[in-house]
């Protein structure tokens, strides 16, 4: 007996939250690593308390290895290099026709102009210490920041090709703002065992406030991924058919299969029990997860449409959150309320408060920013009407 979709949704959100949420729970337990729990349930992350010391944060921070520098940037490049190659050949007719307007293109919209000023007012006030509104300031820079750069990333694929997630799939592109918000207070749940980001200029706010202001920031996350993938599809070097010749990704073999467990398994686990080691997997075990259980219920993958063979789809999106990533770590640098890095081993060559090698968490960040939105609606991340 097939199922419906509304009982495969539900099914696949049942066993995400019992999978992504209970294995570090219940390892953390089985250990018996109390000091981990002291960690998960600090709430508000008050890392103020700590002094400010990474090291003093479950004293997981290892020094700075070459080793595992190079390693991870060899690795970056090796899965990047196939998708990088094909999105620049043809790099002369990429040149000449990717920054011409598309077919169907729009003048730049009211509203676009009204983010823009929005985006620039908000960003005075998130670096500017002003005295008159000094206790307020932490709570009125951030979410505007956002707000304002997806209403400007909407209007810019208005421009370029007439449409935009915004203004072609309104109702599932606004539902994408909650979902956002429980995607990165999972993320921020698994922070808690690694401690590899926390909060400074939050000791003032009870638990209430700060659950409030930080839902309505992370609201933000999958809203401006989705627009800037968007907007990077209207350009040639994210054509679909650049990519049209690379592999599907076949979820039903059992080496697929096994990878993907193996890499959950260890993720999920080691992020209690080896965290100096295993911390990157914290990126990589819930897309694992994902898609495993899209798999195993019958639901089209996370790059299927169709098949999973959508490479195309891969890249942008990654580049996507790559190019949010600058904004986030840019804004947060000189702000008021802010996060700083204890990246274990990596922790060198800083770009804000991000070390360098740390930049390549955004591209997995990307492809589960995708695997989500196509979840809520697959037209978001196809881009058929703002793509071509």
Known sequence: MKMSTNVKRAVHIVALAAILLGTPALCAWLGGHD???EGVKSFPPRTEDWGF?????????????????????VFTFACLRPLV????????????????????????????WL???????AWVFCWAKFDFCREIQPHISYAPLWLGYILVMNALC????????????????????????LFWWFFEYLNRYVWN???????????????????????????????????????????????SDLSPVNMR???????????????????????????????LSPLMVFMLIQSAIGEPGVMGLPG?????????FAAAALVCGLCWETWNYYAVAKWVYSVPLVHRFQIWEMPLIGFAGYLPFGVECAAVTAWICPELVEGGDWGR
């Open 35 to 37: 000091e981990i729990w």
């Open 53 to 73: 010391h990474p090291e003093k944060l479950w004293n997981h921070r290892c020094p700075f290895s070459w080793w595992w520098f190079c390693g991870f940037a």
């Open 85 to 112: 190659s094909r999105a620049l050949a043809r790099a002369g007719d990429a040149a000449g026709g990717a920054c011409r307007r598309r077919s169907g293109g729009a003048p730049f919209p009211w509203w676009g």
């Open 115 to 121: 983010g823009l000023a929005e985006l620039a007012v």
């Open 158 to 181: 208005v421009m370029r090709s007439g449409k935009s997630p915004l203004t072609s799939h309104t109702g599932p592109y606004l539902a994408t703002f909650p979902a956002s918000a």
């Open 197 to 243: 980001w926390y909060y400074l200029g939050v000791s003032q706010m009870d638990a209430w406030e700060y659950a409030f202001y930080a839902t309505l920031c992370f609201s933000s996350v999958l809203p401006a991924v989705t627009a800037t993938a968007a907007f990077l599809h209207t350009f040639g070097p994210f054509d679909d058919a650049r990519f």
């Open 253 to 283: 073999n059992w080496r697929t299969i096994a990878l993907l467990l193996s890499v959950s398994a260890l993720g999920l686990s080691g992020i209690v029990f080896l965290p100096k080691y295993t911390f990157p997997l914290l990126w």
């Open 308 to 316: 999973g063979r959508n490479w195309a789809l891969v890249l942008r």
